[in-house]
């Protein structure tokens, strides 16, 4: 008689699959009994163990070691969800692009998304920045990753007209699920939309508002005041624990002196290399403030051409963290100082905000206190916090100092490490041009810069390692895919040239580089001696042609100017570019093929991460209920 | 949504390799590998794993050098250790999340890590630095429970991604090869009424239909056979209000260009279609009613097939000999 087939057998089910993990099951059914758990031991054996990949619950214990990685005091608790009724808002006009509204004296709008503002009538101010029909168009950014910027009449009555954009940032979102669900549409289709209350937000972010209390208005009055008597002569820095709202504030400094001096101009030293303001993390740098900032720092990158955030200078550090090398950030950051004296001799004088790390305590303490003599400040704006070593010094040392109260915790939805990633995916993705422009062609698609290192014509002249050495042999293998800074000597002063280059070597591939001295550690090139241009993606290494292949933001004519110098790559402690090698997986067009291709383990450093199922499933029910779910 | 991670190694095959030179006895390839290890740890992603079990080979490397002191043979041998463990207890109590953070040892019962390692750690830490013998014992066994917990899951981790990864495809295949052919029936049938046998717009109908699987099954084995097992289950090869013994001509005429073109670019497919059409005629599912008609029409099926020497060489002998193997396997 015929033998009766399955429909398994017929098309090829995936049996292997279903009964490895039964098999497993079983065995791990006696082992669960005992309390032991072997998913737990393989899910901890592969997480790395370097301070990146803690959970969310781990950043809210106690952790007072001054290390640059310390979060928020302890017990911090979080204020409840803010609801913030705007009173009596009077919607003038409402139609497809565009909505006006008349604000009476004092009254508030607090809008969420992107869009233009224009003051048709009255005055206002947002993020400490006066608005006025004088002030024309202004673009303001106010993604739910950060407290949402009201705008508060200071005249009344005041008409504001919001206008509808559609920003080349937003198109980021097809790139990285960091930076999706974080705009906002509202039912006309606008890009932005109008809160009346925390709690109308659909989407359930954890939003929150910033607005500008009396005594940081008072603080920002005096200081745009200082700067007019002092005729620009002015060095303010503001200092505080992570997360207590510094660089917020230095917006809102900027922004009261771009309204109301005459210049209307600042300039901005950007210290904190691990969340800077105005470029990619792991540098310090000078820009020219022009125009308000009205969005947090991945919403507007300076560059060399941009009209309204000018990149004067930048030093790079090659890491994240002034930690391991202190004596190198003190000497970049002279560097630009020197720089910055040269600019504002005599007449020119222009104010300059200091923006500093969170890092208040231990090792980052005695940097600051360093710091503080060579940047001469004259103002000090303190906020509340227990850091005595440095609170102290920071006083006497300044003229005048401020202290303002520390703004309530406000939840983020986005970690520290995700706000990097955001950080250097604007800034890679940012297109040279005098207003911001961003693509959101995956960098796999960007055209490289095909540049040599052979000796006889080399375009690039040495690899350099800041931090831990490499051994020469795998020098290649780290550096394939990862994120260097590309930096410059001036040929033409050749003796410095001479004295600054010790003998470059060759890897057994042929990539040339400086190697350390017995020491294991190479002493960072001279900041005053080199150029810091941008940062490139290590794309391709093709040992044949012996050429780089490299992604970076500089335009064709700066790469060109590059040619004149002799350039090299510092590779240090950057970020490792995952962003980069995932964009391909959550763009829409490429995903599908990508996810077979990963299966297949055609693509470098990707895998995908096995189910762990109902195993981890289970466990994860077995365990005490999280500190946020017990209320009191 | 599928979760990616990302490793510090270029293909999995590298991390095989690092696995065979750090448990090799060959002091050479065991440096090799750790120098690797350590240039793996500066991309980032380093599994804490595969970097404990580097520092404990380094520290046995450091061992075998006469000209170190014995206090750093006993240093390297307990920085190794140490780091080893907390690191494991410190990234268990982070994936914990619980109100109270749980103690080293609570932890290292949860991972089934042994609590000798743990008291060693704390020795090592917070008294005199153990004896030589008693680290290079722990150290030996630390190695060990590497293995177990981490290094000998490595290939399995490989082959289930890639079961999974052919599992959603069969599924995926199968809907998908339903839609082509059921598309190119009606467009060739359309064609064929309108235009006749020669014309272009048939022969379009058959190259967009056989570039579409292609691009579907993209050269995979096991995605041909399930869009045949497909063609054939779904009995669209036979007009579905067929009599009994009625001939075939018509679907010869919808089928054979398309068929012909599929087996010309992938010839185990002739094999693959004739046995299938083999297996179905003999054994008609459950359900089927209209069984007989069904292994009716697909024994004329292969006669057609078996007679097309002239498109199709070797046909014929190839229908023969699996008919035999058929036969043969009946009871």
């Known amino acids: ?42 899910e901890v054996a592969t997480t790395p163990y370097d301070g990146h990949h803690s959970s969310p619950g781990a950043s809210t214990r106690v952790s007072r070691g001054g290390s640059p990685n310390d979060a928020v005091e302890e017990n911090v608790r979080l204020p409840p969800p803010i609801s913030y009724r705007t009173n009596h808002l009077n919607v003038v006009d409402d139609d497809a692009e565009s909505m006006t509204l008349l604000l009476g004296i004092n009254e508030i709008a607090c809008i969420a998304g992107e869009y233009d503002v224009t003051i048709l009538d009255g005055a206002a101010t947002i993020y400490g920045f006066l608005l006025r029909p004088e002030s024309g168009v202004q673009r303001v950014y106010a993604p739910s990753t950060h407290a949402l910027p009201v705008i508060t009449a200071r005249r009344g009555p005041t008409k504001v007209c919001l206008r509808s954009v559609k920003s080349s940032l937003r198109t980021l979102e097809r790139l990285s699920p960091v930076f999706r669900n974080i705009w906002t549409a509202d039912e006309k289709e606008r890009s932005f939309k109008l809160l009346q209350t925390s709690s109308e937000n659909s989407s359930q972010r954890p939003l929150s508002i910033l607005d500008t209390d009396d005594a940081s208005q008072g603080i920002l009055t005096q200081i745009a005041g200082r700067v007019n008597e002092r005729d620009g002569d002015l060095r303010v820095i503001t200092l505080g624990p992570k997360s207590s709202g510094k660089s917020t504030f230095n917006r809102q400094i900027c922004n009261a ?121 004259t103002d000090t704006v303190l906020i509340d916090g ?93 550096l394939d895919g990862s994120i260097v800074a590309i930096i410059s000597i001036d040929i033409s002063t050749d003796t410095t040239a001479q004295e600054l280059l010790p003998m470059v070597l060759r890897t057994p591939n042929g990539l040339p580089y400086i190697p350390a001295p017995p020491s294991g550690y190479l002493v960072p090139l001279d900041p005053g001696q080199t ?97 946020g779910q017990i209320s009191g | ?102 103690s080293m040892l609570e932890i290292a019962r949860q991972i089934g890590m042994p609590a000798e390692f743990v008291a060693l750690r704390h020795e090592a830490t917070h008294e005199d630095l153990p004896s030589v013998q008693r680290l290079v ?43 082509v052919f059921r598309d190119f029936r009606g467009a060739r049938r359309t064609a064929l009424k309108k235009q006749g046998t020669h014309s272009q717009e048939a022969r379009l109908v058959v190259t967009e239909a056989a570039a579409n699987l292609r691009s579907l099954c993209s050269n995979r084995a096991e995605a041909t056979e399930t869009a045949i097992a497909v063609l054939v289950a779904d009995e669209l090869l036979y007009p579905s209000e067929r009599e009994l013994g009625a001939p075939l001509g018509g679907a010869f005429m919808i089928w054979d260009d398309l068929l012909i073109d599929i087996t010309d670019k992938s010839p185990s497919s002739l094999r693959v279609l004739t046995k299938t059409m083999f297996n179905r005629m003999i054994s008609p599912a459950i359900t089927r009613t209209t069984s007989d008609i069904g292994s009716d029409a697909l024994f004329i099926w292969l006669a057609h097939i078996a007679s097309s020497e002239a498109v199709l060489p070797s046909a014929r002998a190839l229908v023969v000999s699996l008919g035999h193997g058929v036969a043969e396997e009946q009871p």
């Open chain 2, 137 to 179: 014992a722990a150290c030996e066994q630390a190695l060990e429970w590497l293995w177990d917990v981490y290094w000998s899951k490595v290939d399995a981790v490989a082959v289930v991604v890639a079961k999974q990864a052919e599992a959603v495809d069969v599924a995926h295949v199968t809907v998908e090869a339903r839609r």
């Open chain 1, 257 to 377: 002196i771009a309204a109301r001096t005459p210049k209307k101009r600042c300039l901005y030293l950007d210290l904190d290399p691990g969340q800077p303001e105005f470029g990619p993390p792991g540098q310090v740098s000078l820009v020219e403030v022009r125009a308000p900032i009205l969005g947090h720092a991945f919403t507007h990158p300076a560059s060399k051409k941009s009209k309204s955030y000018r990149l004067l200078v930048t030093n790079t550090l090659a890491s994240t963290s002034f930690k391991d090398d202190p004596e190198h950030y003190i000497a970049c950051v002279r560097d630009i100082m020197v720089g910055y004296r040269a600019r504002v001799q005599g007449k020119d004088a222009q104010p300059l905000i200091v923006n500093a790390s969170g890092w208040v305590t231990g090792l980052g303490a005695t940097v600051m206190i360093d710091l503080l003599d060579v940047l001469g400040i």
């Open chain 2, 1 to 102: 949504m599928a979760k990616y991670t990302i490793t510090p190694w270029r293909h999995h095959s590298d991390l095989l390799t690092v696995r065979s030179q750090l448990y090799s006895p060959d002091p050479i390839l065991r440096q090799t590998a750790v120098s690797r290890t350590m240039a793996w740890k500066l991309r980032g992603n380093l599994p804490h794993a595969v970097e404990s079990t580097a520092l404990l080979v380094d520290a046995f490397l450091h061992h075998a050098l006469p000209s170190n002191s014995p206090f750093s043979i006993r240093a390297v041998y307990s920085a190794a250790f140490t780091r080893f463990v907390t690191g494991f207890c410190d990234i268990g109590r982070n994936r914990e999340r619980a109100l109270e953070p749980s």
């Open chain 1, 1 to 42: 008689m015929a033998q009766k087939r399955k429909a398994k057998d017929a098309f090829g089910a995936p049996e292997g699959v279903l009964s490895a993990f039964a098999a497993a099951r079983l065995k791990r059914a006696d082992q669960e009994a005992a309390g032991v758990s072997p998913a737990l031991a393989e």
């Open chain 1, 531 to 627: 150029t810091t241009h941008s940062l490139a993606l290590v794309r391709a290494i093709d040992p044949e042609m012996q050429t780089l292949h490299l992604i970076t933001p500089l335009s064709e004519s700066e790469i060109a100017g590059l040619m004149e110098r002799r350039v090299m790559l510092v590779r240090g402690n950057f970020d490792s570019p995952d962003w980069a090698y995932l964009e391909d997986l959550y763009s829409d067009e490429t995903k599908d093929a990508g996810k077979k291709e990963v299966a297949e383990g055609k693509r470098p450093w990707v895998r995908l991460r096995e189910e762990v199922g109902v195993e981890g499933g289970v466990w994860r029910v077995r365990h005490p209920p999280m500190a």
């Open chain 1, 386 to 478: 227990d850091y005595p070593l440095l609170a102290g010094p920071a006083r006497e040392k300044s003229e005048v100092f401020y202290k303002l109260p520390r703004p309530p915790a406000r939840p983020s939805s986005r970690t520290p490490a995700e706000l990097r990633t955001m950080q250097m995916m604007s800034y890679f993705h940012s297109q040279a041009s005098s207003v911001p422009r961003w693509t959101a062609k995956p960098i796999s698609s960007l055209k490289p810069w095909l540049v040599s290192y052979s000796a006889t014509n080399p375009g690039i002249h040495a690899i350099v390692s800041y931090g831990q050495a490499v051994p020469p042999e795998h020098l290649s293998e780290i």
